[in-house]
């Protein structure tokens, strides 16, 4: 009571007067409480998750996981984000390397199983920019997971790391990541989240190093169903993607200081593509071409993130990519949706 009669005498001193907040109406007061329950369901399950995945140490903790196909040791961490964690693991009976991505059971809305589903489609196509999926399975009541082929970093960080792309590499990356697209068109299926970090290069001690992987296969979409045409498109759906990349207009003024006229060219025929067409992977993979003829660059030259490269490789994007690319698709592959 003291204390109280000290602060009022103490405010009176100062002249100043107490801050009342504005008292809530009804319907802000139950979106409040809503959003605050929202937030608290959030933080819940998200330490579900993180519970549920491997408990991970260096020398002991959950380090290795069994299937029907073999036994893996878990080595590293690396990386984790809002889908689960991803893990390197090594095969006892090999000692290969390999990426095992987990997922929480508990997840609002799973995406692994899918995204399993779309490795199995996609491996019976033996492509060079698929990753071959090795094993999957799952902790009963805590996680899933799948072990995959461990690549290097991503576009994005390659880029961070060199600051800038020449010209050379800038080509072929675009001439790899229309291979890796096409391949995945051929086989019915629509990426929906095309952007730097979710392609790869290899890693620096295997051959694959000059070779760029698509990956993150979660939002997905069969577009071609098996002994069926297209799927007919739908009136309404919500956006799937990146915002970041999602606009064709950004990215119009991208290419204004080099091989401006061939990128145009190319925005301008994306731009023009209705739901039905199936893209002309060859005018695409020509203009490209066309531009490396003008600006006198060497595609066969090392890209920019091999340093110790003396020699240049030859890049290829495919045997059949000089020739008129065929407009079926694939349908022997298995129907997930």
Known sequence: MKKREERRKERREKGGRRFRRRRKTPLELRKFIAERAHEERRRERQKNQERDMPHFKVGKGENEITTSKGKYELVGKLGQGSFGSVFSCIRQSDKQVFAMKCESLNAERPRLPHEANVLLALNLLKSPHFVEMIDNGQIAGRFQFVIIRLVGQNLWDVRLKVKQFTLSTSLMIGIQTLAALRDLHRVGWL?????????CIGRPDEETFHTIFILDFGLCRKIALKGKDIRTPRKECAFRGTTRYASLAAHDSLFRKCCYQQMHTILLYLDSLQYGN????????????????????????APNWDQKAKSCFSLRMDQDMEVQLTTTIVFNVRDTD
Do not use: C, G
Request: hydrophobic fraction near 40%; avoid cysteine.
């Open 191 to 199: 990426h929906r989240d095309i952007k730097p970090p979710n392609f």
């Open 278 to 301: 199936i893209p002309d992977y060859d005018f695409i993979y020509h203009q490209v071409i066309a531009a490396a003829s003008v600006h006198r660059v060497d595609l066969e030259a």
